[in-house]
């Protein structure tokens, strides 16, 4: 595998993952606790026996630099080698734009890619959570003298119309291709994982051809290429979706998890800043949960999976959730079937995500918040008793004086005014004096983290290293 070069996809911006998203590049998406999504692929790659590696990013990709940095926690923190970080760039002579798509992307980086030794270039999503060894995988490219070879595996039909859907023959050539149809003719679908040839590469990538499967896959199959699929039986999953990525979070708590974190055989490995060791107080409950380090429980936590640093105090409740570094649930508060994002500050007696109406859609994100999820932003601040429904939006930043009601109806979104600039959580903002009425109290003293709780520095300080950036 020395004579193999990867080149990971992480230039995504996975707007499917609403807000999530907004202010990261996909791949950098916190996942399983204290993961990210690239972690599975720079994974992969590493275990795989493959250590010269580049990351084509694009897309907000301060917190993905941030995060992989010089490739210490993988091992490729190498003079020969090791994992490069590329970016789109002016050429001489080149119109300045952005990647049109996946395969335009390896194309602007073909003399990075002709400068590496070896003959076979694995091409990877970055985005995408799996375990693979890419070692049979390029042994079967090879041993069919491929110009590409893509890993294939069946997928629910649902699913299919989302992605390449392809027919082989009996002996693994791929004969059909239809990408993304509204009416898939089979299960068979593309996992987004290419093996090249270099000399493919350089025969069939254009500036006509501007993504793998629209363009590249469907010309090749067309001009007689030697196309072949491989498959591949184990887990894979596209977290692309606000349901999907809830889904795969919450799969990881099952007794034998598809995707085992606990694989000796196969870590996963990641950047992870120093903390404490996970507290478990003595009023707390926590049944089929995955807890990371720097935790602080007092409350109940249901089927849920908390990041870093996070905080439930005496009386709360986390139900069926994600909950992103760093963020603390106050006493009495309910957090229910709901993402949060990090740093988000839920106040006493809050309830986020109440309701039985799971099927009234957000009305700003129709198509992306529509199971019953609630998802709140980073650095958001829930104020006290507020009642926020299902398929709520809550945008990053939002304050205490941003809610004009008690209840949030679900359905509904609730952002800063465009006038107001975003900052980190105040920790002494003046009491709404009036009781009684509807506007929910503005008091967020008792919002902002406990970062000594959680195992960080005071405010104001650096306590948020590595895994607390974007």
């Not at 050539?173 to 679908?189: F, I, N, T």
């Not at 039986?233 to 977290?239: F, M």
């Not at 870093?308 to 139900?319: E, F, H, K, M, S």
């Amino acid at each position: 595998m020395k004579r193999t070069l990867a080149v990971i996809l992480a230039g995504g911006e996975g707007e499917r993952l609403s807000i999530l998203s907004s202010m990261r590049a996909k791949p950098a998406v916190p996942f399983g606790g204290k993961y990210r999504i690239i972690d599975f692929t720079l994974s992969n790659c590493v275990n795989s026996d493959i250590d010269n590696v580049v990351v084509l990013t694009q897309y907000n990709p301060r917190s993905l630099n941030d995060h992989i940095g010089m490739g210490r926690p993988w091992d490729l923190d190498r003079n020969t080698g090791g994992v490069r970080m590329l970016q789109p760039y002016i050429a001489r002579g080149r119109v300045a734009e952005w990647y049109r798509g996946t395969a335009d992307a390896v194309l602007q980086n073909l003399n990075v890619i002709g400068q590496a030794s070896g003959d076979a270039v694995l091409v990877l999503a970055g985005d995408h959570i799996y375990k693979m060894d890419y070692q049979p995988f390029v042994a079967a490219h090879r041993r069919h003298r491929a110009d590409v070879t893509i890993a294939v595996r069946r997928v629910p039909l649902a699913d299919a119309t989302r992605m390449g859907i392809l027919a082989m023959d009996d002996t693994g050539r791929v004969v059909e291709w239809h990408e993304k149809p509204r009416q898939p003719k089979s299960d068979l679908a593309s996992m987004g994982v290419y093996v090249f040839s270099k000399r493919a590469l350089h025969q069939w990538l254009s500036d006509t051809r501007v993504d793998f499967g629209h363009d590249v896959i469907p010309a090749m199959i067309e001009g007689g290429a030697r196309v072949y699929g491989y498959r591949f039986d184990g887990y894979w999953q596209d977290v692309g979706t606000v349901q999907s990525y809830w889904e795969a979070n919450l799969a990881l708590l099952s007794d034998a998890p598809e995707l085992d974190l606990y694989d000796r055989e196969w870590v996963i490995h990641t950047r992870s800043e120093e903390r404490a060791p996970a507290k478990i107080g003595a009023t707390a409950q926590v049944h089929r949960s995955l807890i990371s380090h720097g935790c602080v429980i007092n409350g109940s936590v249901v089927n849920s999976v908390l990041s870093p640093g996070v905080v439930v105090d005496i009386g709360a409740v986390v139900r069926d959730s994600i909950v992103l570094f760093d963020s603390v649930i106050r006493p009495g508060a309910v957090v229910d079937r709901a993402i949060l994002d990090k740093e988000v500050a839920v106040g006493p007696g809050a309830i986020v995500g109440e309701g039985t109406d799971y099927d009234e859609v957000n009305r700003r994100e129709p198509g992306r918040l529509n199971t019953g999820i609630t998802v709140v932003g980073k650095r958001a601040v829930i104020p006290r008793g507020v009642r926020i429904g299902r398929n709520v939006l809550i945008g990053e930043g939002v304050r205490a004086t941003d809610f004009a009601s008690r209840v949030v109806r679900s359905g509904s979104t609730i952002e800063r005014p465009k006038d107001r600039i975003v900052r980190p959580v105040a920790h002494t903002v003046a009491p709404d004096s009036s009781a009684g009425r509807d506007a929910p109290t503005a008091d967020e003293s008792d919002l902002a983290p406990r970062a000594a709780e959680a195992g960080g520095k005071g405010p104001g300080e650096s306590r948020r290293a590595a895994e607390a950036k974007d």
